[in-house]
């Protein structure tokens, strides 16, 4: 084989390396680019108006081979400025004519393609394909974020509709508003309860029955005392099931929500109407003629006499046959006749102390119930806890099970317990208020977070597309400046196929 059919294979990173250990480029090459890069930039600011000047001149840097297509744009520009010896006149052509012998000298051109080349395909490239795979990991992590925000608003909507749901509110409308509204029909719910209870009589008979009979004679002790007061009374206050009688009057302690306020300010004053108060004339009172009031000055004790009062024979007061007796009134003795008030004009099931009570009975009167229920259905029971009793059918004590655990449900709902707060303090409003209203907030600031990942989606889509609009110029260019080496250096070598390995991106 021919030395001119070897070819020239150069590893692209070695190629600068491979120019200069050649004595082809001197190692200060550097030196001279500076001088170039100046008279570049001037030359670039007085170009004449050509579509091809322009396209070469667009997304990349100005290097030595660009320089000789321009100076060939020029010659068609600036064909008029061509005197006879074949020279031209134009100072542009000049500058630029100018530009190629500086890269000429020392071959500065060929170190600087080959920087440039390298460049490209060690930094420049793998950098903005590096740019677009982190694009790319964003969007996915725009993806993950935006499901997980998804999957968040539900469950905050989830969690306000559950506690709606607890409380018996709707949540559309004015949250406030529902929830006085359902604390102040809370009595009426109590009085349900009471009639509810009602259906409990015979179940708290067969337990009191149970439990006398495991006394002695003569012990005496009270058996759900509490739960069959409610039965017999209904919802009674807390003063007729302390004193086991009812008051002359309640006074209630009235709840003042804050949505109340302003209907209440209007009322509270007193109309002392438009006149004035006329107390008669102007003259002053008179007390007489102006002497003091004489105590005397003696000083000497008041004398009662020795002897004592005698009220006669019968020792009775006669208060004589005329006296009216119509309106005095005789007020009976011990609580007869009190007022309720405070916690005694609460009633029984809005006082927490003898609600608690109710609900422990309740429990008490369950756990017998079940343990009854299991010896009838139980073949096999060796004891029985009503020995010589009535037996009740498995039936009838399931129905009886049922409502008893079906009241004490109620009474401790979740419902129920927020809104036995709210009567006891009705700042637990504004708590519940904020804690409902708290989630919707929280839900639609999730949402805008949702709105800042679009938007960041949409720049990183920009972002990329930019990317590989840069990725594409860069390849084009890089391909270029390789044959255009490939090329200069073939002539250097007689001829001989040059390749520069590596030129990847």
């Known amino acids: 084989m021919a030395e001119a059919d070897i070819p020239i294979d150069i590893a692209v990173r070695k190629l600068l390396d491979w120019l200069v250990s050649r004595r082809i480029c001197s190692r200060s090459w550097h030196e001279g680019v500076t001088a170039i890069r100046e008279k570049v930039g001037e030359a670039i600011g007085d170009m004449p108006e050509h579509q091809g000047i322009k396209e070469l001149l667009t997304g990349s840097n100005i290097n030595y081979f660009h320089c000789l297509k321009i100076v060939d744009f020029l010659k068609d520009t600036e064909k008029d400025s061509k005197n006879f010896f074949g020279s031209y006149g134009s100072q542009r052509m000049k500058d630029w004519q100018q530009i190629v012998k500086m890269y000429q000298g020392d071959n500065i051109y060929l170190a600087e393609a080959a920087s440039v080349l390298t460049q490209n395909v060690v930094y420049e490239g793998p950098g903005i394909k590096k740019g677009i795979a982190k694009c790319d990991q964003i969007e996915q992590d725009c993806d993950k974020k935006e499901e997980n925000i998804k999957k968040r608003v539900v469950e905050l909507e989830e969690e306000f509709k559950k506690e709606c749901r607890e409380l018996g509110i709707s949540g559309e409308g004015s949250i406030r508003k529902e929830i006085i509204g359902l604390a102040k029909g809370l009595p009426e719910t109590y009085q349900e309860i009471a009639e509810e209870a009602k259906g409990l009589d015979e ?143 609460l009633t029984i099931l809005d006082n927490r102390r003898t609600r608690s009570n109710i609900i422990d009975e309740l429990e008490e009167l369950v756990g017998f119930l079940t343990q009854r229920l299991v010896e009838t259905t139980s073949s096999g029971a060796k004891f029985n806890l009503v020995s010589g009793g009535v037996d009740h059918d498995p039936e009838t004590l399931q129905n009886m099970i049922k409502k008893v655990e079906l009241l004490s449900s109620r009474l401790g709902e979740v419902k129920m317990q927020q809104l036995q707060l709210i009567r006891s303090s009705p700042a637990v409003v504004d708590r519940l208020v904020d804690r409902l209203k708290g989630k919707l907030k929280m839900a639609e600031k999730v949402k805008m977070g949702k709105t800042e990942i679009e938007k960041r989606r949409e720049q990183v889509g920009k972002d990329r597309a930019e990317g590989i609009k840069q990725l594409a110029i860069i390849l084009e260019k890089t391909k270029e400046l390789q044959k255009d080496l490939e090329a200069d250096i073939s002539e250097r070598y007689k001829g001989r196929r040059v390749n520069i390995m590596g030129v990847t991106i």
């Open 203 to 345: 179940a708290c008979m067969i337990y009191d029955k149970f439990v006398k009979s495991m006394l002695d004679e003569g012990v005496a002790d009270e058996v759900l005392g509490n739960l069959r007061f409610l039965i017999e009374h209904g919802d009674a206050t807390t003063y007729e099931w302390k004193y086991r009688e009812k008051p002359i009057s309640v006074e209630e302690t009235a709840l003042v929500f804050e949505d109340e306020e302003g209907e209440e300010d209007g009322g509270g004053e007193i109309d002392f109407g438009e006149g004035e108060i006329d107390f008669g004339g102007e003259e002053e009172i008179d007390f007489g003629g102006g002497d003091e009031i004489d105590f005397g000055d003696s000083g000497a004790e008041i004398d009662f006499g020795d002897g004592e009062i005698d009220f006669g024979d019968s020792g009775e007061i006669d208060f004589g046959d005329d006296v009216d007796m119509s309106a005095i009134v005789v007020e009976e003795g011990g609580m007869a006749g009190g007022v309720a008030k405070d916690e005694e004009a």
